[in-house]
């Protein structure tokens, strides 16, 4: 769920495509625009344009993050390092996370919904729980999400300082990479990824229903936009404290450009040890990262919702 994340609320009842129907009728006159997507299209579309607001939103807070995860700093250093870096780079490295959280968000719900259906056409009448459908369902969509791991790969170059001076933009980097050292350097720290992806989608879309469940009824669209907020930011900010060791791992295996590739336990132990074996240090960043998801998953998940209802 990157979660990572790490950064999209469904009906009372945890249905593929129940969205459409929570709260009220579409907004849009017998769901026009929807109808042109197609109904499994629309939760790419919505997902896609949900992932697109949040990147904008909360990027400068991702970019604050990073670099407590790569060099264990406090908040306030982290910023001091941003300052120092200008305004003209605050933004530096924006368009990799926008791809890549654009069509990741976009492929979580979208395949979600679809491998939810055929999953749930082929065990039909078999006896096999729909919670062990869905929950297949979703671990295939986080796993497909980790194609795009180049995205991250990138994004993390990009906002490393010190790797300023030899990248230039996204295209660069990507070139670069590729000519230099084969495509498979674009899938450094892949493993973390898909330790993340799969498990994170598993809980996200497990629990969302039921934790929805138990919000006040929202009795017009301002209620339900709220809940839809609060849903989907106290998942996501529960995940990304869940997974935050993972995504510590792949910032500093990312960070590295050619050589061998280590190991996920050997990064680990890399970063335990240099942070002197301290829990607290190996979770330096976490706060930030728990508040950052808890606006980003809030935002994405009452976006997301919220154009469901539109289309």
Not at 152 to 170: G, M, S
Not at 267 to 278: A, D, F, H, N, P
Not at 279 to 304: E, K
Request: with cysteine; charged share 15%.
């Amino acid at each position: 769920m990157a979660v990572s994340t790490m950064d999209s609320e469904p009906t009372r009842t945890p249905q593929p495509g129940a969205g459409l129907t929570k709260g009220g009728s579409s907004l849009l006159p017998d769901g026009i625009l929807g109808a042109k997507l197609g109904s499994h299209g629309k939760h790419y579309v919505c997902g896609s344009m949900a992932a697109f607001t949040n990147i904008l939103v909360t990027f400068p807070i991702q970019k604050v993050l990073f670099r407590q995860q790569l060099h264990g700093v406090l908040v306030t250093e982290a910023v001091q390092q941003l300052q120092r870096d200008g305004l003209r780079n605050l933004y530096r490295g924006l368009l990799p996370p926008l791809l890549q959280k654009s069509t990741t968000v976009a492929i979580m719900f979208g395949l979600y919904e679809d491998f939810s259906r055929v999953l749930q056409n082929h065990v039909g009448g078999s006896g096999v729980p729909e919670l062990v459908t869905r929950s297949f369902a979703a671990a295939l969509a986080g796993t497909t999400e980790a194609i795009l791991t180049p995205f991250e790969r990138v994004q993390t170059l990009l906002q490393d300082h010190r790797h300023h001076a030899r990248f230039n933009n996204t295209a660069h980097t990507f070139r670069t990479l590729v000519t230099e050292y084969g495509v498979r350097e674009c899938y450094r720290g892949l493993v973390p990824v898909l330790l993340r992806n799969g498990p994170s989608n598993v809980l996200f879309f497990g629990l969302r229903g039921p934790i929805k469940e138990l919000l006040p009824e929202a009795n017009n669209q301002a209620g339900h936009l709220v809940n839809d907020f609060v849903c989907g930011g106290v998942l996501g900010a529960a995940l990304g404290i869940m997974f935050y060791p993972l995504n510590v791992v792949k910032a500093r295996a990312q960070s590295q450009v050619g050589g061998a590739f280590q190991p996920c336990r050997k990064v680990l132990l890399t970063v335990w040890r240099e942070r002197g074996g301290s829990v607290v240090m190996l979770f330096r960043g976490a706060h930030l990262n728990y508040h950052r998801s808890l606006i980003s998953w809030g935002i994405i998940n009452a976006t997301y919702e919220l154009l469901l209802k539109l289309l």
